[in-house]
């Protein structure tokens, strides 16, 4: 059993105190996110044979940033489609009926030209906030990015060379940059949870309906009673759709459990490897270890994208494999994470179950799960065909813990005892590998 000594512990945990004092909430692609790049690079510094930064350009305000104007896409959806209602009803007189008249003549479309025009706008702002939703904050498709300002930012890379010959390469990594307080979170506290489930799905049958309204125009039936109905509905969707204009601030929070604690995990391996570099029991002998801090990953993985991107057949022709780690907060929680469900990552089974073997074995609480929301930094490469997962220390069913995405989340609310485990893994792991001749 490798035996995590106190001093390596309070090292991880202090590294994290001191970079939410000194430097603060972190947004992707600002100065603080760089200060922190930096402050990562001058430790790793200490333990690797080399370090360097990466570094990528990005519009990390686009993943996020485009909600809100989502949502007063969905509003407007909204009240448009019941100006379309009201006109078919003939309870509302709007505009000429000259092409009405045409058209109904040519036995083209039925009811009134003016409720087609509303729906018809109506199901185009649907079908566009949900195509952003979909693609961009649940698939991390960089759909609306060429609409947002242009950003740098670093990725943080560490080597530590094997005392033989590399046949095996290992990835840790972690992220550095801070959400957005989830002001959805912070107010509505468990009910935000049930708000964004609520909210995506009536958006999503709001852009059906109001789609196979527009086309219903063409074909010989009238169904404007059962759109009434639908319209009903809608009335009570329109206030969540608002309530996501304000889904989040633009000020950034502490993030010690997301992710500073990942990144000391990341340093603790360097340093661990480091004191015990003349021991031939634990220093690696065939495996090159590279210790990284991606940034960008609340800004919609762009950093690991593009570190993927850069470096894919170099990973692939290694068969380099990645452990992500992501949000460690609770010992004897240990979740490491098969598949990420929204954004289509299934994660290498094998290396899922070698952890969790080692996890045992270590005397650790651990079981398999998905990532039932949002997405890890490990999808990048898995999404590619590279082998990775990511390795997290809280509970992921239920409700989530307060501190997710608020300003809540600092220093006190990540146990020692968490990061001591999840190191053990993670050292375990590098041992299994040096034995594979």
């Known amino acids: 059993m490798i035996m995590i000594q106190k001093t390596l512990k309070n090292y991880m945990h202090n590294f994290i105190v001191d970079v939410c004092k000194e430097i603060g909430p972190r947004e992707s692609g600002s100065k603080e996110e760089e200060l922190a790049g930096n402050r990562i690079e001058e430790e790793l510094k200490k333990f690797c044979n080399k370090t360097h930064q990466e570094e990528f350009t990005s519009s990390p305000t686009a993943f996020l940033g485009f909600i809100r104007y989502g949502s007063i896409m969905i509003v407007c959806g909204i009240f448009l489609y019941w100006l379309s209602v009201l006109t078919d009803l003939g309870w509302l007189q709007v505009g000429t009926n000259f092409f009405n008249l045409v058209l ?53 890379i560490g080597t530590i060379n094997p005392s033989g010959k590399a046949k095996h390469t290992i990835i840790f990594a972690g992220h550095h940059d801070s959400a957005y307080e989830f002001n959805i979170f912070y107010y509505l506290k468990t009910v935000g949870g049930l708000t964004i489930f609520v909210g995506y799905v009536g958006v999503v049958i709001f852009s059906i309906v109001s789609v196979l309204k527009t086309i219903f125009y063409f074909l010989p039936f009238n169904l404007t009673p059962v759109f009434f109905w639908f319209g009903i509905f809608f009335l009570f969707l329109a206030p969540i759709a608002a309530i996501y204009i304000f889904f989040h601030s633009y000020k950034p929070v502490p993030g010690a459990f997301d992710n500073l604690s990942a990144v000391s995990v990341v340093l603790g391996i360097g340093k661990y490897l ?22 960008g990953e609340e800004a919609g993985l762009r950093g690991s994208k593009r570190y993927v991107k850069n470096h894919y057949e170099e990973l692939k022709k290694s068969n380099t494999v990645l452990i992500n780690m992501d949000g460690i907060a609770a010992k004897d929680c240990v979740v490491i994470i098969e598949k990420e469900t929204l954004i289509g990552a299934k994660h290498n089974p094998e290396i899922c179950n070698t952890l969790l073997k080692i996890a045992q074995e270590q005397g650790i609480n651990a079981r398999l799960g998905a990532l039932p929301f949002g997405a890890t930094d490990a999808a990048a490469f898995s999404r590619k065909k590279l082998p990775a997962t990511t390795i997290g220390s809280h509970e992921l069913k239920g409700r989530l813990p307060e501190f997710y995405h608020t300003r809540l989340d600092t220093p006190e609310v990540v146990d020692k005892e968490a990061l001591g485990q999840v190191l053990q893994i993670c050292l375990g792991y590098i041992k299994y590998i040096d034995n594979i001749r």
């Open 104 to 156: 109904t003549s040519l036995g083209l479309t039925h009811g009134s030209f003016s409720g087609l025009i509303f729906s018809l706008i109506a199901s185009v702002l649907a079908v566009f906030a949900v195509s952003y939703f979909i693609l961009e904050v649940m698939r991390y498709r960089e759909l609306v990015d060429f609409m947002f300002p242009k950003k740098k930012s670093k990725n943080i």
């Open 274 to 295: 480091s004191e015990n570099k003349d021991n031939p029991e634990i220093y690696p002998k065939n495996t090159r270890i590279h210790l990284i801090s991606f940034s």
